[in-house]
Nanobody, 115 residues
Framework: QVQLVESGGGLVQAGGSLRVSCEVS????????IAWYRQAPGKQRELVAS???????NYGDSGKGRFTISRGSAKNTVYLEMNSLKPEDTAVYYCNAVIFGNSLWGQGTQVTVSS
């Protein structure tokens, strides 16, 4: 069974940094694209960044400039490094992978940035 598990969220002060991780288990091949989305209260879920199995990255407006997505050495592990965090970055951050046409989501990890 395929599972996406996020970790690393928490409370951080404005201007601080945080790294969240996504591990996809139950898959024996390299997933083509793994992405991070976020959803703030009362707002739609939005793309933060995605990365291909070859390392090609794509950033949504919310992730440009301060966030960096990368692949870990373990298969299908992806990190999102977030720097210069702002209170408006407060959201639940979700990992997403499309496998055989199915869009799969993790349970999310809460990131809270205090002012």
């Amino acid at each position: 069974q395929v599972q996406l598990v996020e970790s690393g969220g928490g409370l951080v002060q404005a201007g601080g940094s945080l790294r969240v991780s996504c591990e996809v288990s139950g898959v024996t091949f390299n997933i083509n694209i793994i992405a991070w989305y976020r959803q703030a209260p009362g707002k739609q879920r939005e793309l933060v960044a995605s990365i291909s199995s070859r390392g090609t990255t794509n950033y949504g407006d919310s992730g440009k400039g301060r966030f960096t997505i990368s692949r870990g050495s373990a298969k299908n592990t992806v990190y999102l490094e977030m720097n210069s965090l702002k209170p408006e970055d407060t959201a639940v951050y979700y990992c997403n992978a499309v496998i055989f046409g199915n869009s799969l989501w993790g349970q999310g990890t809460q990131v809270t940035v205090s002012s």
